[in-house]
């Protein structure tokens, strides 16, 4: 825990912190620092908006992806979803 720590050390600034819960160990984080939460934030704003401003919603929610989605899941259990 230690070394993960002093990873995410930098981190710090955007709230990023290490918590002892019940049975382990939680990585916090402020939601607007995760892709995903801003990929479903501007997603939901673009299904509210008009055509042009949605259309440059989804361009920014798209423009968060990069590489090829689980490139380097290597399981059977997953292998066999494909």
Known sequence: MSRLRQALASAAAKE?????RPGGYVLEADPATVDLHRFRDL???ARQAD????AVLMGRALAL?????????????FCDLR
């Open 65 to 77: 992806w990069r590489g090829d989605a689980f490139a380097t899941v290597d399981t059977p259990w």
């Open 51 to 54: 055509d042009e401003r949605a």
């Open 16 to 20: 990023v912190v290490i918590a002892r």
């Open 43 to 45: 997603v939901a704003q």
